[in-house]
Every structure is written in structure tokens, then in C-alpha cells.
């Protein structure tokens, strides 16, 4: 199933960029030239006679081969209805001549839903997706151009249908074809060479390359959200020496998924000090100590700061909310 195949193709990239091939040996066009030459001495003379063969010329000949790779480390998180969600490929010409490349995008079979509003964009040069500044994919058109060697970031972009549901994976391909030719290894194209100089083998990329991308529908989210209370001696809001400032912060766990290990940890400001025995987690005393009598400290973990952990936590279509809070009062 593609779903597998997704799995496997994404496991093994290793980072942006990581898996490029490189173009084989002598430029396409290369002229290899060869003369022999005899030497010799007639009838017992001291003279040194020698004599040249023709020279042989040999135009090397064009060896065609592709690369393409998913550029995404695993597929790619998106929401439900969202638009223009992008996957990066990396295209490179591991050939030894100039080429051109035919691009196309499809949804594939066997995963879980497809994607709508399909579009190929061709990176300007610094690897970050920009519909305004990349190019648009036409083909025959805008066909991307490689010298040996050279290689270009796609993007694919496409809408997410709004009915999809948690966890659900949808694959796309991109197909990459050689403009030179295709074919079984070792095909040759006669003239189709550099400059139409010479030919032109079929490497064993055939000239065609395949790779998948894919995106996982996830509902699951956090939200921070951070509000303080000050109170002075003389009875008001304003943080003059001495007064007190309450920290709440609210965490707001929504959608299906598992958040595990998590932490909510809070520096204490400069030019203030923490109070001692502040720290609550929805309204309940924390030590500030590092122990098993709760899941927060202050000081401990992370050093200046509060920390509450929170652990593994787990939504189910609904919302799971943690208030902290504690004060510190104005040096």
C-alpha cells in the first residue's frame, strides 16, 4: 500500500539535502583524442626517425540519469481544509550533460484521502516556500534546465479536504522525466546529445524518477496563554518596589492526539524575586522543591525559573486545560 510506502521512503531520509547523487565522470562532449607514434633508426644510422599515427578522436557521449528525493523528514502535519500545504522535493541531474525535466503531481492510491487544487512551484534559490517568489510550474514552460551536476528544490502545494479526519494520511507523487529521452539502461538517442554532438545513453535512473511526499491530518493543539495581577502596599495596580506580581498561565490542550513529556516552565523576571510557596497548579499548592510530593519546583529543573510537568497528556475531542500560577514581588 502507498501508506507503507510513504513510511519507508520518509524513514530513511536523513535531512534537507542529505541524499543527493552526483553526475559520473567526464563532461558529455569531452573530446578524447589519442595519436601513437613509432620511433625507430634506419639501417644503424644515428638518426632518431619517428613517425605519428592519425589522431583518433573520441566525443564523449552523454550519460542520462536522475535523482529525485522527498526532502521531508516525515509527512507533514496539516489541519483540516487547510490550503496550499506544501512538500519539498530536491532535483538533481546526475548525468553528465545539460537536461531538462518534465514535472507532474498526483494523488495516489491506497491512503486515506486525496488533496485538491494541485500545484508545483520551482524554488528561486533559497529553499524556503514563497508562492510570490517561486516559480509556478508550467510545463514545457517553465521545465526546469540542469547542468551536470545542478540540481533545484520543488515544492508541491495542494489543499487539504476539510472532511478528512485525525491521522489520516493522504500521499501525493512527483514524476520527474527526463526531456532528452527515457528508457531502459543502456537506450541510446543518437545525436540527442549536448548541441546534438553526441549520443546519449540512458542511464540506470531511466530517466524517469518517482517519489512520494504525504501529510497527516492532526486536530491536536496547545495553546499558551499568560496574564499577571500586581498589588502594592498602597493598595493599586502599580509595580513600585515592594509590590506583588501573580503569574497565571493557562494551558489549553484541543483536538485527538498525545502531547507526552510536557513541561510548562516560567523565568523568573529580572529585577524581581520569586515568593517562596506561590506555585500552584489549578489552585492546589506545589512544593518548590524537586520531590515526589508534586510536579513542580522552582529553581530545580530549570535554574531561575518555575517548572510544572505536566507528563503524558491525552485528548480525545475535547479540550484539557492547566492553570499555574505563582507571584514574585518587585525588587
Known amino acids: 500500500m502507498k501508506l507503507t510506502r510513504l513510511v519507508a521512503v520518509i524513514a530513511g531520509i536523513q535531512g534537507l539535502w542529505s541524499m543527493q547523487a552526483y553526475a559520473v565522470g567526464t563532461a558529455a562532449g569531452t573530446p578524447i583524442n589519442n595519436t601513437a607514434s613509432v620511433s625507430y633508426s634506419q639501417d644503424g644510422g644515428a638518426t632518431t626517425l619517428s613517425k605519428n599515427s592519425p589522431t583518433v578522436t ?15 523528514a516525515s509527512a507533514i502535519s496539516v489541519g483540516q481544509g487547510d490550503t496550499q500545504s506544501v512538500l519539498t522535493f530536491l532535483l538533481t541531474n546526475t548525468g553528465n550533460g545539460n537536461d531538462t525535466y518534465n514535472l507532474a503531481a498526483s494523488n495516489t492510491a491506497g491512503d486515506n484521502f486525496d488533496t485538491s487544487n494541485i500545484n508545483i512551484y520551482i524554488d528561486n534559490g533559497d529553499g524556503i516556500f514563497n508562492a510570490a517568489s517561486d516559480t509556478l510550474y508550467v510545463p514545457s514552460s517553465t521545465d526546469p534546465a540542469l547542468p551536470a551536476d545542478g540540481d533545484v528544490v520543488v ?110 516552565a516560567d523565568p523568573i ?55 499555574v500560577s505563582f507571584s514574585v514581588t518587585v525588587d
Request: proline share 3%.
Open 58 to 72: 573520441n566525443l564523449v557521449a552523454e550519460l542520462l540519469d536522475v535523482n529525485l528525493v522527498s526532502q521531508d
Open 155 to 264: 515544492f508541491i502545494a495542494s489543499d487539504i479536504p476539510p472532511g478528512a479526519a485525525n491521522d489520516e494520511q493522504g500521499v501525493l507523487s512527483l514524476t520527474a522525466t527526463s526531456n532528452t529521452g527515457s528508457g531502459a539502461p543502456g537506450t541510446i538517442f543518437t545525436g540527442a546529445g549536448d548541441g546534438g554532438l553526441v549520443d546519449v545513453v540512458v542511464g540506470n535512473s531511466t530517466g524517469i524518477q518517482i517519489d512520494d511526499g504525504g501529510y497527516i491530518i492532526s486536530t491536536f493543539s496547545v495553546g499558551v496563554d499568560k496574564v499577571s495581577t500586581v498589588t502594592n502596599e498602597f493598595g493599586h495596580a502599580e509595580p513600585i518596589p515592594g509590590a506583588t506580581i501573580v503569574y497565571t498561565v493557562t494551558a489549553n490542550i484541543t483536538g485527538s492526539g498525545t502531547a507526552t513529556n510536557m513541561v510548562l
Open 269 to 323: 523576571p529580572t529585577n524581581t524575586s520569586y515568593n517562596a510557596g506561590s506555585l500552584r497548579l489549578d489552585g492546589v499548592a506545589l512544593t518548590d522543591a524537586s520531590d515526589a510530593a508534586d510536579d513542580g519546583d522552582y529553581n530545580i529543573t530549570t535554574a531561575g525559573a518555575i517548572t510544572v510537568d505536566l507528563g503524558d497528556v491525552t485528548v480525545s475531542s475535547e479540550t484539557k486545560t492547566y492553570v
